[in-house]
Antibody, heavy 120, light 107 residues
Framework: EVQVVESGGGLVQPGRSLRLSCAASGFTFDDYAMHWVRQAPGRGLEWVSGITWNSGSIDYADSVKGRFTISRDNAKNSLYLQMNSLRAEDTALYYC?????????????WGQGTLVTVSS | EIVLTQSPATLSLSPGERATLSCRASQSVSYYLAWYQQRPGQAPRLLFY???NRATGIPARFSVSGSGTDFTLTISSLEPEDFAVYYC?????????FGGGTKVEIK
């Protein structure tokens, strides 16, 4: 069974950093691209960042570019999101999502999300 | 960045009725479009990808059409579990983008 499980969320002050992790199982992790997608309370979905199977191609939403860094460790079946200079508008439920291909395409499996709250 | 506009924002219908949801792209995405369903308190679920490929386990009452800039998701006869928010998403170019969503609510 495919599973992706996020961790690392919490309450953080504006300007501080947080690192999210995603543990994947039930599929060959290094065959697929992976993504972070977020959803602010009561709002729609926003793609945050994606990374190809071999980390050869990475992209970010403009709203996080220069502040967030996505990475993966295929040996550990894990995806990460380093979030720096956090702002109130980064408050959201952050989902880890498996792609259905090795290059950025669609999200066929999602975790339950980890909540990030940025507030003083 | 490709902007996806979904309409209507809210659709109020009764069980058994037909739902028609629209997604319009600011430029052609060819057939590189997906649809997702999100029920309250749940993660999104992939319904269709590459415009017309049905994801695993999606019932036949769901159908899609369109290419280029205009796409439609149709639910032929609403079941109670279909009342949810639906999103479209394009993978034609980075950054990947979602539409704002259409909420299908019980009338």
């Amino acid at each position: 069974e495919v599973q992706v499980v996020e961790s690392g969320g919490g309450l953080v002050q504006p300007g501080r950093s947080l690192r999210l992790s995603c543990a994947a199982s039930g599929f060959t992790f290094d065959d697929y691209a992976m993504h972070w997608v977020r959803q602010a309370p009561g709002r729609g979905l926003e793609w945050v960042s994606g990374i190809t199977w071999n980390s050869g191609s990475i992209d970010y939403a403009d709203s996080v570019k220069g502040r967030f860094t996505i990475s993966r460790d295929n040996a550990k079946n894990s995806l990460y999101l380093q979030m720096n200079s956090l702002r109130a508008e980064d408050t959201a439920l952050y989902y880890c999502a498996k792609d259905n291909s090795d290059f950025p395409s669609y999200f066929d499996y999602w975790g339950q999300g980890t909540l990030v709250t940025v507030s003083s | 960045e490709i902007v996806l506009t979904q309409s209507p924002a809210t659709l109020s219908l009764s069980p058994g009725e037909r739902a028609t949801l629209s997604c319009r792209a600011s430029q052609s995405v060819s057939y590189y479009l997906a649809w997702y369903q999100q029920r309250p308190g749940q993660a999104p679920r992939l319904l269709f990808y590459d415009a017309s490929n049905r994801a695993t386990g999606i019932p036949a009452r769901f159908s899609v059409s369109g290419s280029g800039t205009d796409f439609t998701l149709t639910i032929s006869s609403l079941e109670p579990e279909d009342f949810a928010v639906y999103y479209c998403q394009q993978r034609s170019s980075w950054p990947l983008t979602f539409g704002g969503g259409t909420k299908v609510e019980i009338k």
